[in-house]
């Protein structure tokens, strides 16, 4: 036996890990599994010279069925994960044998029978490696790599053959599922677009021209959908209704009860000309019909505004009370006189009026929730105080108001992604 130089040794184990250390590296930029099997297959042919290689698969078939899911032979290349009625099925032989079998199989003077039915597959093999890929113990999946030589194959190579196809198999079998969950989750995105694009359809296209009150709107959902809603009313003698409601919890659910509750508030027998009627009304046909479990409910507050005296009648079901600055003598006040439980808890609750006269000058405030709970990287609330503050510029117009409320806010919570639906309506009383 001739010598082998200490040189020689370092050479190969160099030129083999770098290979390697190439292989893997190439594995880990493909995000498209049929184009990582095949760059794959070519550098493991460069390694390990094959003239044949066969994949077979039992995934979802009953014993002994089996799929030939890749043939390095075929001129027509297949993808199995997209084009899987093209794949041949196997019945019996040596082939459902092999993976069913669930364990590595060498072979250094192979044969099969001409009336099996892998025979065309197999019939020029004398040397067969099989690999079994393992999926949660079970081989799901096997490689046969073949030689038309008799012992073309190294036994000492056999472990480490098993041990990468598995690593392989099972690097593939991830890319496939995170491919998967990504059109999972591109699909359901696109249906929650659909579904926050027909909420927010349901908000009024425009604000209405109102005498004596300059409006302003913004509307921001923490998700795709949200659960927040304002509407307004045209009503007799010129009286417009006001109304904004904030459903319980986020998303897909919230945006459905809020859709419910828009098309509740428009199914009103009359013109809603009263703030209490119409809570009512509201939370009746939601208790009956929607929120009997108790997993739901919804805040609001209406109000009918007269721009002819300038009062507003309202009634408040749990929701934040609205703000108003009174730019005639600088105080700021809610408007609190009269409240109730959120909409769809207790069918029988009944909900009192109230009634304030606003002066010129007048800067109004109606919100959810989401303004005055914007939080910070520390935890801490926006709060009222801060909200105040932003409107206490008389100079501004309702548009100028939802600017320095919006602005005082992101300046608060300094980058930190809203966790609730944000909704403002300002008004400027004249």
Known sequence: MSAVST?????????????????????????DPQEMVKNYGQRMRSMLPTDRMIALSRRDMDKPKLRITRDSTWNDEVNPWQQKDRLPIIENGILSELIYGDQPKIFGDFRVEQNDPAYPYLRDARSLIALPNYDNGVALNMVL????????????????L????????????????????????????????????????????????????ELAAHYETSRRAGGDYYDFFKLPNNKWGILIADVSGHGTPAAVMMAVTHSIAHSFPNPPCCPAKMLRYVNERLCKAYTASGSTFVTAFYGVYDPDTRVLDYACAGHNPPRV???????????????????????SEDYEPARETFQPGDQIIFYTDG???????????????????????????ASGLIKSVLGAVDDFARGRPADDDRTLLTAKIS
């Not at 250390?21 to 594995?27: A, E, F, L, N």
């Not at 600055?325 to 069918?347: M, Q, W």
Request: net charge negative; aromatic share 6%.
């Open 7 to 31: 040189s020689d040794i370092r050479s190969d184990w160099q030129a083999h890990l770098s290979h390697v250390v190439d292989t893997v590296r190439d594995m880990s930029t493909h995000t």
């Open 145 to 160: 790599l073949m030689r038309k030589d008799s012992n073309a194959f190294r036994v000492e190579d056999f472990p480490d």
């Open 162 to 213: 098993v041990l990468s196809s598995n690593l392989f198999g099972r690097a593939t079998h991830n890319l496939v599922l995170s491919r998967q969950l990504d059109d999972a989750y591109h699909e359901v995105d696109q249906e929650l677009i659909a579904i926050a694009n027909m909420q927010r359809s349901l908000l009024p296209d425009e604000l209405p021209q109102i005498s004596t009150m």
């Open 325 to 347: 600055k009174r730019c005639a003598d600088g105080s700021v006040f809610s408007l609190d006189a009269t409240g109730g439980l959120p909409l769809g808890i207790e069918e």
């Open 371 to 397: 303004i005055t709970e914007a939080m910070n990287a520390e935890g801490q609330l926006f709060g009222l105080a801060r909200l105040d503050a932003a409107i206490g510029d008389c100079n501004l117009f």
